[in-house]
């Protein structure tokens, strides 16, 4: 099992606010997890007894609407803790995490999360910046769904998965997500995100293989 200590992925999120004693006590009681593209991580309603830190992979994290459809939250990759809000509120989750890929993961046990948010100012600080910010995505999303067109949600999300996630060899989004999962991203019916896809497509804004789309034209997706 790697030390925390020696861990470069804690460099990317509030664990690298931790002192060497309280990584070593993190990796005393962590457990390491992988999961299969597909895979659940956890339901949405159920209880979490820790946090979960990504090693490697993509997941996405949806919420199930009234009318049984999921809606795509937020995509979490390498790096993040996932969990933390349920482990400080003492609460079961109100969303759902898939893998999108293969992962990796650490699982770091409430007790311990807890124990360092009491005693580490920093490690608390930045566990709360953490949140705010995915607060303040949450609130934009919001507004993007309530008040953009659905051709200019979907061209912006197409654009967010590449800058964030990158492109394979040969220049496809690295996530390869269906039509449903662009649906549920931008709050449309499938039928809708796929006419708009195969617009973009006649348009040369995108070419696809099979699900695996290539962005053609960046300056023209951002026009839209």
Known sequence: MSKCQQCIIKELSALKTLNNEELSRISDCKTTLDFKKGDVIFEEGKHINGVYCIRQGICKISKTGINGKDQIINFISKGNLLGQRSVICDESTNLKATTMTDMSVCFIPKKEILNNLMHNSEFSLSVLKDMSNALKETDNHIVDLAQKPVKQRLAEALLYIHDSFGVDKDGML??????????????????SAIRILSQFKKEGLISTVGKQIKIEDKKGLARQ
């Open 174 to 191: 690295s996530i390869i997500l269906s039509r449903e999962d662009y649906a549920n991203i931008v709050g449309t019916a499938t039928e």
